[in-house]
């Protein structure tokens, strides 16, 4: 049964992951039970395990799939497990199988995919050199891991396929941006939207089955790593004799520099052309439109605090077809 599934009073026998564990001592009596979270493809829940609970504490290794008995318990308007047992999984699974993921990943890899193809084919026209650059950097490996790579560890579009999902929509909101604007140069647009979250793949880590920020991550941070790898793809390809022009290096830089705008988000610099404005913006929109869409936990037509958004946010009775 599917974390999703779950509802109050059901018995659950499943191989699912752990995330975390703690020891949290009884209010009434001596020694501590054992908290921990765990979690499917499909969402995750805490479990409380009342008896034993130091001595299987000690037994269970975080991120490691266990196997888990007992009964759905709703407490404080949130399900948990009531735990008759706990123990590490010797099932042949991959930490990833618990992942959640992009459930049309096919779908928008090919939509992705295509529209790469598309921008190097207008490249190819009249901006040659980015057409090369977007080969060398998207090369085959590199595309395999970035299509799996999420985008974040919980803010938006935290599973695989995330940053792919999320890259495709910036890019998809920077055309349609750059389209009201004639003076915008839109392959410069484009070729930034694509680059500007490279340093992602190298800043997160999901091996485990967790999401988490790479050593790399914590001390360079994705933006960095997206400049040192754009810049290390463009000295590859003058060692290469390919003629490629020190202003659109140095454009697109900036973009992936200052795609997050504000200081206090990271960002080195704020936008100082129209183009790395542009991107900044379809990066934002579409990272908080992602933040209302999965808004959870309150009934259609009353309103709800949003952790990620920090406001209370109306939920929406109905999706109209037309405008009300």
Partial sequence: MAVKDLQENNQINET??????????????????????LRDSTGSIRGRLWENGEEVYQRLSVGNPVEVTGRIQEFMGELQIILDSIEDSHKSCSPEDFMPFLENYQEIKEEFLEQL????????????????LLDHVFETRFLEEFCKTPAAIKYHHAYLGGLMHHTLNVVRNAE???KNYPEADLLLTLTGAFLHDTGKVEEYSFSTGLIETSSQGILLGHIILGIRRLQEAIRKLREK???FSEELEKLLLHIVTSHHSEGEWGSPRQPAVLEAFLVHQAD???????KFINLS?????????SNLLRRNVYIKKNNWDTPF
């Fill in 117 to 132: 193809e598309e921008l190097k084919r207008r490249a190819s026209f009249s901006a040659e050199e980015i057409k090369v």
């Fill in 176 to 178: 349609a941006l750059a």
């Fill in 297 to 305: 936990g309150g009934e259609g037509g009353t309103c709800a605090w």
């Fill in 241 to 243: 004799g390919v003629s």
């Fill in 284 to 290: 934002l929109v579409d990272a908080e439109a992602y």
């Fill in 16 to 37: 699912l992951l752990l995330l975390d564990k703690q020891l949290k001592p009884f209010r009434n009596k001596s020694g501590s039970f054992l908290e921990v979270e």
